[in-house]
């Protein structure tokens, strides 16, 4: 079970956007309508041209806190004619059950991603701009700011590169426990079904709310309880 976010090169031509400001943003977790922990985003300015996104998920409910649930996912990145580049991400899930790691370097020299997960390497070709998969959030959330409608993300994921479309699907207004927010709702067009988000393009740069579906048909839901 992935709980942190699934949070680009994009197909449409552009103009530069300036990066966000540092924020943290703290998310209720549920799964299928039970509460089950809770998730804590934030990004950071580490100075010279290089940022870090980090989103910790522990577990405080049901399941997730008797397996003593706890995961975290770091994106290191720069920015790049106004949106993020991956230069190292890591994931490291633990549960009395599972444990899991990935470690990815963007060797943008050689234009290789070179990707450890758990015990197996991985080393494929990555286009410029590509992204790790905790950054897709942030990446749709620069492109809305952006006022595009759709956008076509290059991921790096296990073993290759992953071409992920989204589309600004419509505009609704949603309430979570941080209050109620006019936003625009993302689909993911190739994948239809799999992870539908909530923006409020130009405050926030990423979702207020997040639904993602698991591979056992399960729904986990991020819902938005603080910002700062």
Same mark, same amino acid.
């Given at each position: 079970?992935?709980?942190?976010?699934?949070?680009?090169?994009?197909? =449409?031509?552009?103009?530069?956007?300036?990066?966000?400001?540092?924020?943290?943003?703290?998310?209720?977790?549920?799964?299928?309508?039970?509460?089950?922990?809770?998730? +804590?985003?934030?990004?950071?300015?580490?100075?010279?041209?290089?940022?870090?996104?980090?989103?910790?998920?522990?577990?405080?409910?049901?399941?997730?806190?008797?397996?003593?649930?706890?995961?975290?996912?770091?994106?290191?990145?720069?920015?790049?004619?106004?949106?993020?580049?991956?230069?190292? $991400?890591?994931?490291?899930?633990?549960?009395?059950?599972?444990?899991?790691?990935?470690?990815?370097?963007?060797?943008?020299?050689?234009?290789?991603?070179?990707?450890?997960?758990?015990?197996?390497?991985?080393? $494929?070709?990555?286009?410029?701009?590509?992204?790790?998969?905790? =950054?897709?959030?942030?990446?749709?959330?620069?492109?809305?700011?952006?006022?595009?409608?759709?956008?076509?993300?290059?991921?790096?994921? +296990?073993?290759?590169?992953?071409?992920?479309? $989204?589309?600004?699907?419509?505009?609704?207004?949603?309430?979570?426990?941080?209050?109620?927010?006019?936003?625009?709702?993302?689909?993911?067009?190739?994948?239809?079904?799999?992870?539908?988000?909530?923006?409020?393009?130009?405050?926030?740069?990423?979702?207020?709310?997040?639904?993602?579906?698991?591979?056992?048909?399960?729904?986990?839901?991020?819902?938005?309880?603080?910002?700062?």
């Amino acid at each position: 079970m992935r709980l942190a976010f699934a949070f680009a090169a994009l197909s =449409l031509a552009s103009s530069a956007i300036a990066a966000p400001t540092p924020f943290t943003a703290v998310y209720a977790v549920s799964r299928d309508g039970k509460v089950i922990g809770e998730s +804590k985003v934030t990004l950071a300015d580490r100075g010279r041209g290089d940022w870090t996104l980090t989103t910790e998920t522990h577990g405080t409910a049901g399941m997730a806190r008797m397996l003593g649930l706890d995961v975290r996912e770091e994106s290191q990145f720069r920015w790049k004619d106004g949106m993020p580049e991956g230069l190292h $991400y890591d994931y490291r899930q633990d549960a009395a059950i599972k444990h899991k790691q990935r470690h990815t370097d963007f060797d943008w020299s050689a234009g290789q991603a070179r990707v450890k997960d758990n015990d197996k390497d991985f080393d $494929y070709p990555v286009q410029a701009g590509t992204v790790d998969r905790h =950054l897709v959030s942030l990446s749709i959330g620069e492109a809305l700011a952006a006022g595009k409608k759709e956008a076509q993300i290059a991921v790096a994921v +296990k073993d290759h590169v992953e071409q992920q479309q $989204y589309r600004n699907d419509a505009e609704e207004e949603v309430k979570v426990p941080a209050g109620s927010y006019k936003t625009v709702r993302v689909e993911r067009i190739d994948s239809p079904g799999k992870i539908r988000s909530w923006y409020t393009p130009g405050k926030l740069p990423v979702p207020v709310k997040m639904e993602q579906t698991q591979g056992d048909k399960s729904v986990i839901v991020l819902e938005l309880k603080s910002a700062s």
